[in-house]
């Protein structure tokens, strides 16, 4: 992938975190190629019956909208308090007191105010004090109301698809006001005038026609799953099963589409195929349901509804008895605090139970679906497999919480007690940028495009300076964790500001480690890379020992 | 600009009062209308708002937690960052409330050559934050002492707690240095971090100009221009007794004092002091991080458009059965 | 979701609190009663060292002045507005008039909640202690009474 046009320390030096002299309400945005995403793809707009389907771009001046898009924006807004009470909250209690701005990556990275969180939260804030708070109709601007424009749109669209909906200053808000939510629900404000982006849009299609966001067709889901399996066998010596929409199996397992069509993704999925075949699971893959990670939730709770449903149904129809599902961030977002609700109860599913070690899934016991990392961590402990930790020795690692793991569901410990347990050498980055804390990849909820790419090195920065500073420490040269969009956007944010560092999932150093039955003497990882000690890395790991943060 | 437009406005409140006080005949609607109207546009107002707020359900689950899950009974979780059960709850909500437990992980970040981010502890907002919160509720419990009569024992003993360094005559109260000076440090903040000065609203400095105003004017008659108490409790417990009588000489100050009071009473409803009640029902604190346990009901959950199985096979049919896939209809 | 029931407890909650003291005050009926002050009937001494008006907002500051001026700067006379000195002695001048004091001091500082610590240490002759403090001082074992005998 091609880095953005600025060399990183060009990159570097721009940040600054000067203030406009203006006040914020009178700076118009500016789409600067490099900061933005392309508009929905109009095909797609209409596949998916969305309003105002057409072929246009941010940088025209004429958007194209509805004759009467304020009413419908302002009338979408009060529905949407109506039936948010986070939103009426949020709208109502914010003191500005300023704790999130520091917190966003994006901010961060860019320096631009208006990606504070609180800045992000007032645009609108301002268009709802003017129409719907009695002390924003009488005094208006005093009060920090903004009448809705034009360009109030194009700033929402900017800034909007300038959040991750990582949830970093959820954290340190001294109410839990929670950007996320606002996105999310700006978004389909912005939705409902036809102002959507096409790494969402194209995507939600995609998974809504195949099951899954690349558009991969049952026969190809086929395909590719039997070439990985050719490919473990060529590893490891060792023929896996890997059953496809079986009915009847115990468990259906649902992962994001990238396991098996993306790299580094890919070595994960082998990890997986070695993993079940090892412990023996009685599970099966399906391609309707092909898609963990859930782009319907980037656009609205409508659209994360319908294609977090294929779930439910298809564990129904294959008549499975509980649900695995595999390393994702925003899908696990999705799975735990959205899924029982948007359609659930699934009640034909049975309270998940280890079928290895007998382990009850309490935790999961409504929704019945377990996180792959709870699964194996059980497994380990309870010493139902073997781990050569050495297979990982020319792994330094370290470990990037994904967002919505760590801020939704406190996935924690988990992840980490594997990776303790297959790998000998790991490094916490700075206590600042791990667990609750942890800095996004910069990428996610739909940015992770190339025509973005400025705005994700610089949304990335965070996380890059906290790996590189482990780098420098430890010579850590890889990078774990649980989420497909860390695995396709994290490598090129590593390229740009670090170098030498792979990224993968934790469960492709499960694989590596991973004891086999009948398997041959393994001379490689599972991305054919030679079981070594990588010596230079392990020099460089002293190179620096400044401190870092507090 | 828009501290400035604060300050005048809270200089007209005052010198509204100061002028209005001062006409003879006046202090019945500055001692006795303006309180009563005060307090019940504060008790309707927040009724009013939360009502409002609650009549929007709270459709999904969405805790932030801040620490490890209940998950597998080996591994340590953290019933209060990221609680459990609804004690969890109540103890995180606690923390929240009383301690600012968020705030009290602000940190700051600074980019230096490199680049390089580095993060440090920054407690100060957190710290003003809770010393003027703390002051003022215990102030407010203090003049409990001219509101009662007779005075609980309580409040007898906080006020002694608070006069603790029996400084001067009348003796200094702690909160009274506290509050002044947490105030001081907030607006401080808001004026001078350029950031926060940015992202800062007319309603930001006005309610900091109006406790400001309040702490001080009340200050200057303990310890300056005093007044007479007496007087001051005759017509607070009449207010309260619903037998309103207005004492004589009892000096402008308290009407200053007071009607800037009831501005912050009639203020409040309709502004971001609304914060008070809303942490309450703030979804992303007061949920427990068991959604995946317990159902979460969204009272408008409305279907919507699903690709179905039926319609997934229908579309690829030729394609899957070429392939081997097991289908439904052959 | 919508938790009408906690929201309701919550509110019903707070405006109890918050309206306690109108709930405090119907209930105790003694609410209305204001000080009752005994004033001094000697004929010879009609005249305060201060206005009414000074006296009732600022007497503890002139207590604290007088302190001041006889225990550091060694100044025992106070020159009243219209021209009368009086000796600036708590016992001795204020309480010579003002022989009761749960008559009179009492009656206010209890009202408004203000714990007087004078009598805590300044002595006076027994036979004129009236009120709350004298069963404390005149108690033949009290810590007080002993030290006031010894200064004696």
């Known amino acids: 992938m091609a880095g953005p046009k600025l060399k990183p320390e060009e990159l570097a030096s721009k940040i600054k975190y000067n203030l406009p002299p203006k006040g914020w309400m009178d700076e118009p945005v500016e789409f600067r190629e490099g900061t933005f995403n392309y508009s929905g793809n109009p095909k797609n707009v209409e596949y998916l019956q969305l309003p105002n389907p057409r072929k246009w771009q941010p940088t025209d001046p004429d958007w194209q909208l509805p004759e009467n898009w304020k009413e419908i924006i302002l009338e979408g807004l009060r529905d949407r308090l109506h039936r948010f009470r986070s939103l009426q909250i949020f709208m109502d209690i914010c003191v500005r007191c300023g704790a999130c701005a520091d917190k966003c990556h994006f901010f961060i990275g860019s320096g631009d105010p208006k990606n504070m969180p609180v800045m992000r939260a007032e645009l609108l804030r301002a268009v709802y004090r003017k129409d719907f708070t009695l002390a924003g109709k009488i005094f208006g601007k005093y009060a920090g109301a903004r009448e809705l424009t034009l360009d109030v749109v194009k700033e929402w669209f900017y800034y909007f698809y300038q959040c991750t909906q990582c949830r970093r200053c959820s954290v340190f808000c001294p109410y839990g006001i929670d950007t996320a939510e606002i996105t999310l629900l700006v978004r389909e404000l912005l939705g409902l005038i036809g102002v959507n982006i096409d790494w969402v849009v194209t995507p939600v299609a995609n998974s809504f026609k195949t099951g899954n966001h690349l558009g991969i067709q049952p026969h190809g889901f086929k395909d590719s799953i039997d070439f990985a399996v050719d490919e473990l066998e060529a590893i490891t010596g060792v023929k896996v099963e890997a059953p496809i929409n079986k009915k009847g199996a115990e468990i259906l397992f649902i992962t994001p589409s990238a396991d098996y069509f993306g790299s580094p993704h890919y070595y994960t999925l082998l990890g997986y195929l070695a993993l079940f075949h090892e412990i023996g699971l009685d599970y099966t893959w399906s391609t309707y349901a092909s898609e963990g990670g859930n782009f319907g939730s980037f656009l609205s709770h409508d659209m994360m509804k319908s294609l977090n449903a294929k779930m439910y149904a298809e564990a129904r129809r294959l008549g499975v008895k509980w649900i695995l599902g595999g390393e994702c961030g925003h899908m696990w977002r999705v799975v735990h605090q959205y899924m029982s609700t948007l359609n659930g109860p699934a009640d034909f599913l049975e309270e998940p139970v280890s079928p290895v070690t007998g382990t009850k899934f309490g935790n999961a016991r409504l929704t019945k679906m377990v996180h792959v990392c709870e699964f194996t961590a059980d497994l380990i402990k309870n010493g139902k497999i073997k781990l050569d930790k050495s297979r990982n020795d020319n792994r330094r690692v370290t470990f990037h919480d994904s967002c919505n793991p760590a801020r939704a569901l406190g996935l924690i410990e988990e992840p980490r007690y594997i990776i303790r347990n297959a790998c000998n050498y790991f490094f916490e980055m700075p206590e600042n940028t791990i667990k609750e804390q942890t800095f996004c990849c910069g990428s996610g909820a739909g940015l992770g495009t190339d025509e973005n790419l400025e705005m994700r090195m610089r949304g990335g920065l965070p996380r890059a300076n906290a790996v590189k500073f482990v780098k420098e420490k430890h010579g850590v040269n890889f990078l774990g964790c649980i989420c497909a969009i860390d695995k396709a956007t994290l490598p090129p944010l590593m390229e740009y500001w670090v170098g030498g560092v792979d990224v993968g999932g934790v469960h492709e150093l499960v694989g590596n480690a991973l004891i086999m039955k009948g398997e041959k003497e393994r001379t490689t990882d599972l991305r054919g890379e030679p079981l070594t000690v990588n010596e230079s890395a392990m020099k460089e790991g002293n190179m620096s020992e400044e401190p870092f943060g507090e | ?330 | 979701m919508y938790d009408s029931g906690k929201i309701i407890a919550g509110l019903v909650i707070f405006i109890g609190l918050f309206t306690s003291p109108f709930w405090y005050d119907l209930a105790s009926g003694t609410a209305l009663q204001t000080p009752d002050l005994v004033l001094p009937t000697k004929a010879d001494q009609k005249q305060c060292v201060a206005s009414l008006e000074f006296m009732r907002r600022d007497h503890m500051a002139l207590l604290n002045d007088w302190r001041t001026q006889v225990v550091r700067d060694g100044i025992t006379y106070y020159k009243s507005a219209n021209g009368k000195e009086f000796e600036m002695r708590y016992t001795k001048t204020c309480l010579g008039c003002h022989t009761n004091t749960s008559q009179f001091c009492d009656q206010c500082h209890n009202y408004i909640g203000v714990t007087l610590y004078c009598l805590d240490c300044h002595n006076m002759p027994a036979t004129q202690i009236q009120g709350p403090m004298a069963a404390k001082i005149l108690n033949p074992n009290s810590e007080i009474l002993n030290k006031l005998q010894i200064q004696n």
Request: net charge positive; glycine share 6%; charged share 15%.
């Open chain 2, 1 to 330: 600009m828009n501290a400035l437009f604060s300050l005048v406005a809270i200089i007209v409140i005052i010198a509204a009062a100061f002028l209005g006080a001062s006409v003879p005949h006046l202090d019945f609607l500055f001692g006795v209308v303006f309180p009563y109207a005060a307090i019940t546009v504060f008790l309707t107002g927040i009724v009013y708002r939360v009502i409002k707020w609650s009549t929007s359900p709270v459709p999904f689950h969405i805790p932030t937690v801040a620490g490890q899950q209940k998950s597998l009974p080996w591994i340590k979780d953290s019933p209060l960052e990221s609680p459990h059960n609804t004690w969890g709850v109540v103890g995180r909500m606690a923390l929240e409330i009383l301690f600012f437990r968020s705030l009290f992980r602000n940190t700051k970040m600074e980019m230096k050559n490199g680049p390089k981010l580095v993060y440090g502890s920054s407690k100060y907002l957190w710290l003003g934050a809770i010393v003027f919160h703390w002051s003022m509720l215990i102030i407010v419990l203090r003049h409990l002492r001219l509101f009662m009569q007779p005075i609980p024992s309580f409040v007898l003993g906080l006020d002694s707690l608070d006069g603790f360094f029996q400084v001067g005559l009348p003796g200094l109260y702690i909160t009274d240095v506290l509050i002044l000076s947490a105030l001081t440090f907030l607006i401080l903040r808001r004026l001078t971090v350029r950031r926060i000065r940015y992202i800062s609203l007319a309603a930001d400095y006005f309610p900091l100009f109006l406790l400001f105003s309040i702490a001080a004017t009340g200050v200057l008659m303990r310890y300056f221009f005093r007044i007479d108490l007496v007087n001051v409790k005759e017509l607070a417990v009449g207010l309260f007794s619903f037998h309103p009588v207005v004492p004589q000489g009892t000096g402008v100050l308290f009407y200053v004092h007071l009607f800037l009071v009831c501005t912050l009473l009639v203020y409040f409803p309709f502004s971001k002091l609304m914060h008070m009640p809303g942490i309450f029902l703030s979804p992303t604190r007061n949920l427990a991080n068991n959604s995946r346990m317990k159902r979460h009901v969204n009272p408008w959950n409305h279907p919507v458009r699903v690709h179905t199985y039926e319609e997934y096979e229908d579309e690829y049919r030729e394609k899957m059965k070429e392939a081997g896939l097991p289908l439904d209809k052959e």
